[in-house]
């Protein structure tokens, strides 16, 4: 099996028809980039070679064959390169971390912004599209807490009526960048009247979607679009929600992807309340009722002065736990997919020796999956 070529090499036509072939869906994409071993050869391999493909068969094949996705994908291009949108490749180097951990993000998307996708600390914040005055006010108070202590979070959230709008608004009112996930193209703004807080957001935060530029807003794509809004963030906070909609796709989603899942607890009678009492029921997410309790089950607590610390020394270290433990060392606490990031460590292999070290004595884990130096 050949390997991809690197990514600068691919024209971002070919980027952008992968995601468009139908049927497809990200994780048959990646596999056959794997099987084929570059982005321009999914369009060039024969159909008598792609039926071999594992999980691709005669019908995907067929659809693959077909190409006329490719000049849908070139105009695509045109409008992208025109009009100073980023884009994201799976294979990309600036790939966002936390999205490619989870198998099924999509293989490209594209960002309009100034926001970090890297950034530190991300939390996303969801709930009915019908909030309540009182959903609106805990949504509110929380983020200004949050911001106070953390004055570098991302907040992202869907765009939509209710609590997603107030949480976007909320986190620029706080100077906190926010970021709407979109459950179509570029061309759209749905709902319209959101489009002077979208603007506004492109100051100090961003808009993404996976959806080309002249997609229609359809119930599906939102439900699509919530893969994102999980999967790019450490934790998803459900402020209000019914006993199904949007806001529970996305948590079973979070939980899923083994982030961190919070939910504001309500009356026993209050529909909108419902559906987070019941995460909380079934442990499906964590019951919180101030920032405060976010900040210690991801523990985002406000930094405290550096103290110096003596260099300690372990000799019979591998060099894997050398590097980890010199890296936590230096930053005193840091998060597991820092830790990932930093030392280009699968995560499977990364798990099993923090796991060890801390039987050893060495370091500690705390909420948030946090690891911190035992001194």
């Known amino acids: ?76 291009a ?15 180097n600036d790939y966002p971390y936390r999205l490619r951990q989870c198998e099924d993000s999509p293989v490209l998307f594209y960002f309009k912004g ?22 609106k006010e805990i949504c509110e108070k929380i983020i200004t807490g949050l911001a106070f202590d953390n004055p570098e979070l991302v907040i992202v959230s ?58 229609l807003p359809e119930r599906n794509n939102f439900i699509k679009r919530n893969r994102i809004i999980a999967g790019i963030s450490d934790a998803t906070l459900i402020v209000e929600s019914a006993i199904t909609g949007g806001a529970l796709i996305t948590a079973d989603i979070a939980n899923s992807y083994n982030r961190d899942v919070f939910a504001i607890p309500g009356r026993i009678d209050d529909i909108w309340s419902a559906g987070c009492n019941n995460l909380i029921k079934r442990n ?11 900040e210690y089950f991801l523990n985002w607590l406000p930094a405290k002065a550096k103290q110096p610390v003596q260099r300690i020394l372990f000799t019979e270290l591998t060099e894997d736990e050398k ?22 460590m699968p995560i499977h292999k990364l798990s099993n020796i923090l796991l060890q070290m801390e039987f050893n004595g060495l370091i500690k884990s705390y909420p948030g999956n946090i690891y911190k130096i035992v001194y």
């Open 78 to 92: 045109e409008y992208v390169e025109k009009n100073g949108i980023k884009t994201f490749f799976y294979l990309d």
């Open 158 to 215: 869907g765009l939509a009526y209710g609590i997603d709008i107030t949480a976007h608004k909320s986190a620029m009112a706080n100077n906190l960048p926010t970021i709407g996930v979109l459950g179509h193209g570029f061309k759209t703004t749905y709902p319209s009247v959101h489009k002077p807080v979208a603007n506004a957001m492109l100051k100090n935060g961003g808009l993404l979607t996976d959806f080309r530029s002249d997609e």
């Open 323 to 344: 590097r980890i433990f010199e890296l936590i060392n230096k930053e005193e606490e840091i998060n597991i997919d820092q830790i990932c990031r930093e030392t280009g």
């Open 1 to 76: 099996m050949s390997f991809p070529c690197a990514m600068s090499e691919v024209p971002l036509k070919y980027k952008i028809a992968l995601s468009l072939i139908p049927r497809i869906g990200d994780i048959n994409a990646r596999k056959l980039v794997s099987y084929i071993g570059s982005v321009e050869g999914v369009f060039t391999e024969p159909y008598r070679s792609l039926i071999k493909i594992p999980g691709i068969g005669a019908n995907l094949a067929r659809y693959i064959s077909e190409r006329s996705y490719l000049s849908i994908a070139e105009k695509e």
């Open 114 to 135: 100034n926001c970090d996708l890297n950034a530190q600390r991300i939390l996303s914040v969801v709930g009915t599209r019908n909030a309540t005055s009182r959903g």
């Open 284 to 294: 499906k997410a964590a019951l919180v009722e101030s920032h405060e309790d976010i």
